[in-house]
């Protein structure tokens, strides 16, 4: 794959998609590239984030244990794991291990702060909408909450 390949790809990938071409190339010339076989570990539940990673290849499984029992799901080729990561510090909330040979990119938070300095205009509107993203999240999860402690018939 070329750098203008993946340029293209995290263009049409959230929150990329809200930043300029050049902006875009800067992310993915900064990042590195990591090969992975199948079963190989990308992290574990629990573990300090500094970066995200885009799925260029292949499969990673996401798995998470929780109170209802161990979820999992599958994030394919295009996909962006750990966006908040890229944004913040936090916990991974799930472990991620390639269910197929897989290529991702690495995007350190660094990298990706460093990006938003040289455009702020874009990361204003970058913060803008994932403030709109996290409003209508937390308005579902209330809307849950009270549908959870209505009185059943």
Do not use: W
């Not at 390949?5 to 190339?25: I, K, S, Y």
Request: glycine content about 6%.
């Amino acid at each position: 794959m070329t750098l203008e390949t993946d340029v293209g790809r995290l263009a049409r990938t959230r929150p990329f998609d809200l930043l300029p071409r050049d902006a875009v190339q800067l992310v993915a010339f900064a990042s590195e590239k990591r090969k992975l076989a199948a079963n190989d570990p990308l992290f574990e539940e629990g573990d300090r984030a500094d970066c995200g990673y885009f799925v260029l290849s292949g499969a990673i499984e996401l798995s998470a244990r929780g109170r209802a029992g161990d979820r999992k799901r599958l994030a394919r080729e295009g996909a962006l794991i750990g966006e908040n990561a890229m944004l913040a510090e936090v916990a991974r909330p799930c472990a991620a291990r390639a269910s197929e040979p897989a290529i991702v990119m690495k995007i350190p938070r660094t990298v990706f702060h460093r990006v938003l300095e040289a455009f702020p205009n874009d990361a204003a509107r970058l913060k803008e909408a994932l403030g709109a993203r996290t409003l209508e999240m937390t308005e579902r999860l209330e809307d849950l909450r009270k549908r959870s402690l209505e009185p059943v018939g």
